[in-house]
């Protein structure tokens, strides 16, 4: 484990928004999972605490902000007056970034610890966007499940992003720089990642995912039932709307994705999880 923050050759922020639905021990983990127990250390963590949260999560974002469960790397906290939702506090944190080379972290998963040492490396040395393949788990996280792998190669993960989200969000590494070339994060409940991926990736972004599970995926009760439902139905037809006319997309495209992502919205949670499995949203 590397004695202090990351290597001044490739300086990196750590980006993790929290709001109030979170659970205070998940957040403490994925903090310290992201700082103290990684190879190669962020030279900050950026915590945007989206809007109020319950006093028990408070203790917790007052204690990460001293820096003590961190091993010592810096912390910023972001405080924002009231809940702005996942796109405009990404965007906030953003903002607060120190460098150029940024990695996301959600406030219930784990990151493994070679992680960064993996990630951060290729994005300093030219890639916009990188991602890996995930694990997930439920309540033990020595004993991962299912591993959500994406394709690696470009023009692959071009092809993919026509019809699906070809990184998995909680375990990107990307230029700042990059994303505001592509306007940044748009509120789109669920779908702002994959909206700012396909632009990324329309722009000429340089992206690639290694196929090896570093962030292990927490996977609560209602991880199926929040996929679905009219509020997400919007979300897709606004995303495909948005992938269409931006010319991402052809017709033929479009009209399957409505057909296939937007049916997978509004099938029983019991289907969903079937067909979860075959279509990764």
């Not at 004993?143 to 990107?172: C, K, M, Q, W, Y």
């Amino acid at each position: 484990m590397a004695d202090g923050p990351g290597s001044p050759d490739a300086p990196f922020s750590v980006l993790l928004p929290v709001y109030a639905g979170d659970d205070p021990r998940f957040f403490r983990r994925a903090v310290v999972s992201a700082t103290a127990e990684q190879d190669l250390r962020p030279d900050e963590l950026v915590v945007v605490q989206d809007g109020p949260v319950p006093q028990a999560l408070a203790a917790v974002v007052a204690e990460i902000e001293t820096g003590e469960p961190t091993g010592g790397v810096p912390v910023r906290l972001v405080r924002l007056p009231r809940n702005v939702g996942l796109a405009r506090a990404l965007e906030a944190g953003l903002a607060a970034c120190r460098y150029e080379v940024v990695a996301r972290v959600d406030a219930d998963d784990v990151s493994l610890p070679a992680r960064f040492a993996r990630q951060v490396p290729l994005v300093a040395a030219g890639l916009d966007l990188l991602g890996s393949a995930i694990a997930e788990f439920a309540d033990d996280e020595s004993r991962p499940g299912v591993v959500r792998a994406l394709p690696t190669d470009p023009d692959e993960i071009a092809r993919t992003a026509r019809f699906r989200d070809p990184f998995n969000h909680p375990s990107v590494v990307y230029r700042r720089s990059a994303v505001a070339a592509a306007g940044g994060y748009q509120h789109l409940p669920l779908m702002e990642d994959y909206l700012l991926f396909a632009r990324m990736i329309a722009g000429g972004a340089r992206v690639a995912n290694l196929p090896d599970a570093l962030v292990l995926y927490r996977v609560g009760a209602g991880a199926y039932a929040r996929r679905g439902g009219l509020r997400l139905l919007r979300s897709e037809l606004a995303l495909q709307r948005e992938l269409r006319r931006s010319g991402f997309t052809t017709p033929a495209q479009a009209a399957r994705n409505v057909v296939v992502r937007g049916g997978y919205r509004l099938v029983p949670e019991r289907l969903r999880r079937l067909a979860y499995r075959r279509m990764v949203a």
